[in-house]
């Protein structure tokens, strides 16, 4: 009987490619995968390590799972991604129910690594960061109907709150050829929105080619016949350039929605934070973007609480996002984290007051919400179908303006029409509730 292995992919939507790759890596050595971490025979924990609440997210998981060790439900334990390559040895020394700790250049390796620690081996396993495979079989994790598409890995920007340069290393776009040879082969395989994701996308194609490429990039996915979908996540502010707009206004197929994380607006904080501009500026920015490219929906990240934030950076940033009206924006409090040019600044703000301040944002951000949603009301439109809310009796999705995991859901009335997930259908808006909005199946 084969052994089962089953993955925990925790963190952001590119450790959810690492998992989808490896997984294919586990199938094609004749392992049997498993959905469950807690009922197989070796667990495998993919790590985030950005923040102090994905470190000690991923740390609580493999707890849990030493238990079921200890308990001989489960044999093995593998910890991957962000948080092994980042701490390494560290994590063999500190938890004695780890069996291997791999590094993200010895993904490849992940079926010998598995071999290994099922048979009680105890090690850990790293290769240059460069060797990080971005391609590959997969066997996608996502619902049959969308799927992630990564462009690149690592980072230059080299922010100064930011581990990721260190962690995943610097910069790479994988080829165009196999970008557009991958999408392909998911669109015929039944997925119907694709989902770009890179630390930076809107950096693609300048260390391969000399320049950037993302515009021609979403121009080659519009041509694949049958894709209906392209969402484009992670792009930095000071590359928002008018030919990427220009290409999201004129193709059809990219839904006008675009993730642009600003993390501040204060220009000293910006200036700290390694950024650049201010409250004028990318008030500036996120017209243009309008203007460009109208009906787009913008998501955006704030950061508080960087070292050396005043109240009075707090005020200007609550005055940005009421004059901004961002449709999604998220807020988290800075993490200090070792080995990045933050850390040893003066001026730390105490958990409780860097708490307090996210409370002020994200309160502005619930008014912009309301008003959002009496906007939509009466509007009519695209939602990808995702289910059927037996409580609530009504089915529920996405909208065009909605990202799967991060954004609300749209809920409506399906006139007694049996859907299924991935149908594509016509909602009209009667209602709102917080970030999620409420109709009817449109004629």
């Given amino acids: 009987m084969s052994q089962k292995i089953a993955i925990m992919s925790l963190g952001c939507p590119k450790n959810q490619c690492d998992a989808e790759l490896m997984l294919y890596k586990l199938r094609e050595a004749g392992y049997e995968l498993g959905e469950d971490v807690g009922l197989c025979d070796c667990a495998i924990v993919n790590t985030c390590g950005f923040i102090e609440s994905a470190k000690e997210e991923a740390i609580e998981e493999i707890v849990e799972l030493g238990k079921l060790k200890a308990e001989g439900r489960i044999s093995a334990i593998v910890v991957t991604g962000c948080l092994a390559e980042r701490y390494r040895d560290d994590i063999l020394e500190e938890m004695p129910e780890v069996n291997a700790v791999v590094g993200i250049g010895a993904n490849a390796d992940i079926a010998d690594v598995c071999r290994r620690a099922l048979e009680g081996d105890r090690f850990s396993l ?213 080995d990045t040019p933050a850390y040893d600044m003066p001026g730390r703000v105490s958990a409780k007051e860097g708490n307090r301040r996210m409370d002020i944002i994200m309160e502005e951000q619930s008014r912009v919400i309301d008003r959002n949603g009496e906007d939509m009301i009466g509007k009519e439109i695209t939602v990808v179908v995702e289910g059927f809310d037996r409580l609530a009796e009504c089915c529920f999705g996405r909208s065009e303006f909605d990202a799967p995991d991060i954004d609300g859901k749209v809920f409506f009335d399906a006139a007694g029409k049996r859907m299924n997930a991935g149908d594509l259908v016509r909602v009209r808006i009667t209602d709102h509730m917080e970030c999620d909005l409420v109709g009817e199946k449109a004629e």
Wanted: hydrophobic share 40%.
């Fill in 126 to 338: 790293y290769g240059e960061k460069s060797d990080h495979p971005m391609e590959g079989g997969r066997i996608q994790s996502t619902p049959p109907f969308y799927a992630y598409l990564r462009i690149a890995d690592g980072c230059d920007n080299r922010c100064s709150y930011c581990a990721i340069p260190g962690i995943r290393g610097g910069f790479r776009s994988r080829p165009m050829e196999n970008i557009i040879e991958e999408a392909k082969y998911m669109v015929a395989g039944g997925v119907k929105e694709l989902i770009i994701v890179a630390q930076d996308t809107t950096r693609y194609g300048e260390d391969l080619y000399g320049e950037v490429k993302l515009p021609e990039l979403l121009n080659k996915l519009c041509e694949i016949e049958d894709l209906v979908w392209i969402r484009l996540l992670y792009c930095y502010p000071d590359r928002v350039t008018d030919e990427l707009l220009d290409v999201m206004a004129a193709q059809p197929k990219i839904v006008k929605y675009m993730d642009i994380p600003l993390q501040h607006c204060s220009e000293p904080v910006l200036k700290a934070m390694n950024r650049r501009g201010n409250k004028d500026s990318l008030l500036a920015l996120v017209k243009h973007i309008r203007e460009k490219v109208p009906g787009i929906s913008l998501r955006t990240t704030m950061m508080v609480g960087f070292p050396g934030e005043t109240r009075k950076d707090i005020e200007e940033m609550a005055l940005f996002v009421r004059e901004a009206r961002f449709e999604k924006l998220g807020v988290f409090v800075w993490s200090a984290e070792e």
